[in-house]
């Protein structure tokens, strides 16, 4: 019949905290039980997720349990790699990410990443680095705009004469602007 399952905190670790700690994860083995923990998010059985990791079912149960007792942390194997965080992610969420949200609150008009690691170091007097600076921003699901490039070579005249064109058949009613794609 197999094991009992274990219940698990879900508190412990959110489904999207695994996803991105999957990402982040520097061993095969580390990235196998996250896999599995997934597996156990989405409803597997102990057998089930055996076979599709690897491990056995006494393996699983253990990391089910040691994720339980200590959080993502307790599926590390071995040490961590690199010095801890200067700002926890809570931390981030308090003290950061209402400036970045709204920059006036920090005398700023916009921010770049550049500015706001600059920012930091210097207003906060935290010792972050560009990258984490950066990493952080991509966890709160900022991305980076780059703007489109403006061809060096554009003749303005007929960009004009166009845009002229095109005013002129949106006025007329008989010309059907819509866009329809053929297989």
Not at 54 to 68: P, T, V, W
Request: with cysteine; glycine share 4%; proline share 4%.
């Amino acid at each position: 019949m197999g094991r009992p399952r274990t219940e698990l905190n879900f508190q412990n670790a959110t489904l999207e905290e695994v996803r991105r700690e999957q990402d982040f994860t520097p061993t095969k083995n580390g990235f196998r039980r996250l896999q599995a923990l997934l597996w156990f998010y989405e409803g597997k059985t102990y057998q089930e997720i055996a076979a599709l990791s690897h491990f056995s079912e006494r393996q699983i149960l253990r990391c089910m349990q040691a994720l339980k007792t200590r959080g993502l942390d307790g599926l590390n194997t071995g040490r961590s790699s690199g010095r801890p965080r200067a700002l926890s992610q809570d931390e981030m969420k308090e003290k950061i990410m209402p400036l970045v949200d709204e920059p006036s609150k920090a005398n700023q008009s916009h921010w770049t990443a550049v500015k706001l690691h600059g920012w930091i170091k210097e207003k906060l007097q935290i010792e972050l680095g560009y990258s984490t600076t950066a990493r952080y921003l991509h966890e709160q699901d900022y991305k980076l705009k780059v703007p489109r490039p403006w061809p060096l070579n554009h003749d303005e005249e007929a960009r004009q004469a166009f845009c002229e064109k095109l005013q002129s058949w949106q006025k007329d009613e008989s010309i059907d602007l819509s866009l329809s794609l053929k297989a």
